[in-house]
């Protein structure tokens, strides 16, 4: 079964108490995403990459961090978390960005809450 | 991804049919126009995707008129379960690299 698998799927933390958000997929697809929503902002990119060792910022990287050093596994570090960061996660993998046949598979999402 | 323009919020009624269009103008030669549902809570997940003219599976339909400048989900005799937020995808494999899902559609679906 294709599976995005995210965890924590809930935590609460502390301000500047490092965390880190573990991703992974089982369809060998090339490209992983992270996504952050809150209330009438909708999906916000924060990184992507396109491949293992390949990683760019999405639209709201800052206070983020990611690695691909595997194809499968795409962990999203928050160093020093902050409230305003305080947030729903998505992780989602794909084939590819867009195109024909291309389908984007979400985790189940991660509650994060900074104090 | 090409910019695209949805509707902010729509209400239907069970037992209706909902259509929802999305405008992207500056669509490209070799863009495919792809729609995700999401629930609460829960991460977006495909719906359907096309190039031109009419697609149709089991949840949906998606009309593409022949300039392709916009694209019209359709969900025939909708119910309380399609209440979600419904997201217009314009892109390229070989030209893209973000994916901007924006604020999609809100459809409320009313007994």
């Known amino acids: 079964e294709a599976q995005v698998t995210q965890n924590p799927r809930y935590l609460i933390t502390v301000t500047g108490k490092k965390l880190t958000v573990t991703c992974s997929q089982n369809?060998?697809?090339?490209?992983m995403s992270w996504y952050r929503q809150d209330p009438g902002l909708g999906l916000r990119q924060i990184y992507y990459?396109?491949?293992?060792?390949?990683?760019d910022k999405g639209d709201v990287p800052e206070g983020y961090k990611v690695s691909r050093k595997e194809k499968r596994n795409f962990p999203l570090i928050l160093e020093s978390p902050s409230p305003n960061q305080t947030s729903l996660y998505f992780c989602?993998?794909?084939?590819?960005?867009?195109?024909?046949?291309?389908?984007?598979?979400f985790g189940e999402g991660s509650w994060l809450t900074v104090v | 991804l090409a910019k695209t323009t949805q509707p902010i919020s729509m209400d239907s009624y069970e037992g209706q049919e909902v259509n929802i269009t999305c405008s992207h103008n500056?669509?490209?030669?070799?863009?495919?126009i792809t729609w995700y549902q999401q629930f609460p809570s829960q991460g977006p997940r495909f719906i359907i995707q096309?190039?031109?003219t009419k697609v149709t599976n089991e949840v949906a339909s998606l009309f593409i008129p022949a300039d392709r400048k916009s694209s019209t989900l359709s969900l025939p005799r909708v119910s309380l379960s399609d209440t979600a937020v419904y997201y217009c995808?314009?892109?390229?494999?070989?030209?893209?690299?973000?994916?901007?899902f924006g604020k999609g559609t809100r459809l409320h679906i009313l007994p």
């Open positions: 989602a993998s794909s084939l590819s960005p867009a195109g024909p046949g291309n389908t984007i598979y």
């Open positions: 369809m060998n697809h090339e490209y």
């Open positions: 990459s396109m491949n293992v060792e390949v990683t």
């Open positions: 500056n669509i490209a030669t070799n863009d495919y």
């Open positions: 096309g190039y031109k």
């Open positions: 995808l314009v892109g390229d494999e070989n030209r893209d690299d973000k994916i901007i």
